[in-house]
């Protein structure tokens, strides 16, 4: 058989665009995102869909692979400091987990303060430049946040007078909440969320507090019997990324990046304000008990024990507190 130049190259390039097509995926960048959260609960259902509209814009090029549940091994707590050394790429953090880094965290959990996601975003809103400092100080970059429901009680019995928490063990997400609850008369013990069936299962404790979304996401049903919407708070769940790694690609990657967090910020407010009536039908499916409102005396003896504790925070942080809760509560 005679080869001619022309039949050579054409067919070099043949060959040339068959590798490339098998090994192109391999020169992706290959990025790892860390959820303690199950792939089904809200922030799962973002951190997927913000993966996957990273890869539609940049073409393939960058593949973040989301590991749910803990997967990888870290805790919430762990994000911070695996995702500033570089660990990992990225993570989808609660806000709340790191009031030991800096208190500025604490804002968006803090008790009776943002009860519903309306007021979670308007506050958000005005936190995010804080939030995005403090991750920038220590090697991070502040991509979106998105809302947790409003938090209530899960648990064996229905919560709607104080002496119903009266030496409950009760699981907490944070300091303030357990501070809370533990001057009130229950028995709070800070857990991560990965820790809360094991926990449940074996009677180490009685009740939960998170949102109902939460809740959903795991099951809860099959531990527990009701659950009371008493609105503690909107927590925040930040997406968050290694600072170097971002410095490191080209200024049209990082905008296609940010064009994905911005698709992703929007779904999950969205969700976020659809997913009550469902996870409550959801429960009710399961036969839970769902309280959707409590007394109103039950309300104020929450929001009076919550009191000096926003006022503590506030005083603790100054000025940063000041400005943003000042603006805030004038918008109310």
Same mark, same amino acid.
């Given at each position: 058989?005679?080869?001619?130049?022309?039949?050579?190259?054409?067919?070099? +390039?043949?060959?040339? #665009? +068959?590798?490339?097509?098998?090994?192109?995926?391999?020169?992706?960048?290959?990025?790892?995102?860390?959820?303690?959260?199950?792939?089904?609960?809200?922030?799962?259902?973002? @951190? =997927?869909?913000?993966?996957?509209?990273?890869?539609?814009?940049?073409?393939?090029?960058?593949?973040?692979?989301?590991?749910?549940? $803990?997967?990888?091994?870290?805790?919430?707590?762990?994000?911070?400091?695996?995702?500033?050394?570089?660990?990992?790429?990225?993570?989808?953090?609660?806000?709340?987990?790191?009031? $030991?880094? =800096?208190?500025?965290?604490? #804002?968006?959990?803090?008790?009776?303060?943002?009860?519903?996601?309306?007021?979670?975003?308007?506050?958000?809103?005005?936190?995010?430049?804080?939030?995005?400092?403090?991750?920038? =100080?220590? $090697?991070?970059?502040?991509?979106?946040?998105?809302?947790?429901?409003?938090?209530?009680?899960?648990?064996?019995?229905?919560? *709607?007078?104080?002496?119903?928490?009266?030496?409950?063990?009760?699981?907490?997400?944070?300091?303030?909440?357990?501070?809370?609850?533990?001057?009130?008369?229950?028995?709070?013990?800070?857990?991560?969320?990965?820790?809360?069936?094991?926990?449940?299962?074996?009677?180490?404790?009685?009740?939960? #507090?998170?949102?109902?979304?939460?809740?959903?996401?795991?099951?809860?049903? *099959?531990?527990? +019997?009701?659950?009371?919407?008493?609105?503690?708070? +909107?927590?925040?769940?930040?997406?968050?990324?290694?600072?170097?790694?971002?410095?490191?690609?080209? &200024? *049209?990657? &990082?905008?296609?990046?940010?064009?994905?967090?911005?698709?992703?910020?929007?779904?999950?407010?969205?969700?976020? @304000?659809?997913?009550?009536?469902?996870?409550?039908?959801?429960?009710?499916?399961?036969?839970?008990?769902?309280?959707?409102?409590?007394?109103?005396?039950?309300?104020?003896?929450?929001? =009076?024990?919550?009191?000096?504790?926003?006022?503590?925070?506030?005083?603790?942080?100054?000025?940063?507190?000041?400005?943003?809760?000042?603006?805030?509560?004038?918008?109310?």
């Amino acid at each position: 058989m005679t080869f001619t130049a022309g039949k050579l190259t054409k067919q070099a +390039s043949a060959i040339a #665009l +068959s590798v490339f097509a098998l090994i192109g995926p391999a020169f992706a960048d290959a990025w790892d995102m860390s959820n303690e959260f199950p792939p089904n609960s809200l922030h799962g259902q973002v @951190a =997927d869909f913000f993966a996957g509209k990273v890869a539609e814009n940049t073409g393939g090029d960058i593949a973040i692979t989301v590991h749910h549940g $803990g997967a990888l091994g870290y805790k919430t707590l762990d994000h911070f400091d695996a995702v500033g050394d570089g660990a990992i790429q990225l993570a989808t953090s609660p806000l709340s987990a790191w009031l $030991g880094i =800096d208190p500025i965290f604490q #804002l968006s959990a803090l008790p009776f303060l943002a009860p519903t996601t309306e007021d979670a975003r308007r506050l958000y809103d005005l936190a995010k430049p804080e939030y995005a400092k403090v991750l920038e =100080d220590n $090697g991070q970059l502040f991509l979106f946040a998105t809302p947790w429901p409003p938090s209530g009680f899960w648990g064996k019995k229905g919560f *709607e007078s104080a002496a119903d928490l009266e030496g409950v063990k009760i699981r907490t997400f944070d300091v303030t909440a357990t501070e809370l609850l533990k001057g009130v008369g229950a028995f709070p013990i800070k857990l991560a969320w990965s820790d809360v069936p094991a926990q449940l299962s074996t009677n180490a404790i009685d009740a939960v #507090l998170t949102s109902a979304n939460g809740g959903v996401g795991v099951q809860l049903w *099959e531990l527990q +019997s009701h659950f009371t919407q008493i609105n503690y708070s +909107s927590g925040l769940q930040a997406v968050h990324m290694n600072r170097d790694i971002w410095d490191g690609l080209t &200024q *049209e990657r &990082q905008v296609e990046i940010l064009a994905a967090a911005a698709e992703a910020e929007t779904l999950g407010w969205q969700l976020a @304000a659809d997913s009550i009536a469902k996870d409550f039908a959801t429960m009710r499916e399961h036969k839970m008990t769902v309280i959707e409102s409590v007394p109103a005396e039950f309300t104020k003896f929450l929001d =009076d024990a919550a009191s000096p504790i926003v006022a503590e925070w506030s005083a603790k942080i100054g000025d940063r507190a000041a400005t943003v809760l000042t603006a805030y509560r004038a918008g109310k």
